[in-house]
């Protein structure tokens, strides 16, 4: 079982930032993939933005040039760095991660989702 728990989420005015935090936690042999997704209401989630163990990074377009993702491998921890926000932003985020559980010849993959923090964006 892995878990992951995110952070940072808050209240900002347009043009703010603000820096989302997730940790995954557990039996963790390794994350493949790590993302955060967002769902403002009435919406369906969306990929914002997402990174794998060779550093490769993806974003949304409508984040491209505002938004950075990182990740601590050594702590298993990933970022989101949201630069010149915008009340569009507003959105509950969530973290997500893909990789494999357990130890030696007992792997297990595992797909996990943060419980989300909410991002508001206010004009």
């Known amino acids: 079982q892995v878990q992951l728990v995110e952070s940072g989420g808050g209240l900002v005015q347009a043009g703010g930032s603000l820096r989302l935090s997730c940790a995954a936690s557990?039996?963790?042999?390794?994350?493949?993939?790590m993302g955060w997704y967002r769902q403002a209401p009435g919406k369906q989630r969306e990929l914002v933005a997402a990174i794998t163990s060779g550093g490769s990074t993806n974003y949304a377009d409508s984040v491209k040039g505002r938004f950075t993702i990182t990740r601590d491998s050594a702590k298993n921890r990933m970022y989101l760095q949201m630069n010149s926000l915008k009340p569009e932003d507003t959105a509950v985020y969530y973290c997500?991660?893909?990789?494999?559980?357990?130890?030696?010849?007992?792997?297990?993959?595992?797909?996990?989702w943060g419980q989300g923090t909410q991002v508001t964006v206010s004009s």
């Open positions: 997500s991660a893909r990789g494999h559980s357990g130890s030696g010849y007992s792997l297990t993959p595992f797909n996990s």
């Open positions: 557990g039996s963790i042999f390794n994350i493949n993939f």
